[in-house]
């Protein structure tokens, strides 16, 4: 693995362990298509993005994958070939509180640079959720062993392609 990968993944490491202190939200939210389509949805049509469709494939990959992280809850990602946001927090979290808590990452993207604030890769949840690359999500959430949550939302194509700005 190159030293420009592996900062990334440390960044990208650091970045979710925060999220995963600082989420502790409690929803009214339920974790229907719907409501998770109108959650992304919101904050695509701010940046101009077309709105995403649902699609079960993906929901089916992001729901194994989420199974699979039960026993650790660990902020790893799949590595698939789809785009994937991950979030983790205790208590009861839905997959709408994830989305919130991905887009609120959106004061820390400069969009006329196409770089975080931060200089880190703080602005990646957001990123993905608002690129005009993807056209198609689905989510699946888990309860691991330590009583926390463990959300993942996979997109169709993937979203922040270096070089090119989400929307």
Request: charged content about 20%.
């Amino acid at each position: 693995m190159s030293i420009r990968m592996e900062k990334m993944l440390s960044k990208l490491f650091l970045a979710m362990c925060f999220m995963t202190l600082n989420l502790s939200l409690v929803s009214q939210a339920t974790d229907s298509p719907n409501d998770i389509l109108e959650a992304h949805n919101k904050y695509r049509a701010q940046v101009g993005a077309p709105p995403l469709d649902w699609d079960d494939s993906l929901a089916s990959y992001a729901q194994d994958y989420a199974d699979k992280k039960k026993g650790d809850c660990e902020m790893k990602h799949s590595m698939g070939p789809y785009g994937e946001n991950l979030a983790s927090a205790s208590g009861n979290m839905s997959i709408v509180d994830a989305v919130k808590f991905w887009t609120d990452e959106k004061s820390d993207y400069d969009h006329a640079s196409n770089t975080c604030k931060s200089g880190g890769h703080d602005c990646f949840h957001y990123t993905q959720v608002v690129s005009k690359a993807s056209f198609s999500v689905g989510c699946g959430k888990a309860k691991c062993a330590n009583g926390w949550e463990y959300v993942v939302c996979s997109y169709y194509p993937p979203g922040n392609i270096e070089g090119e700005k989400p929307y």
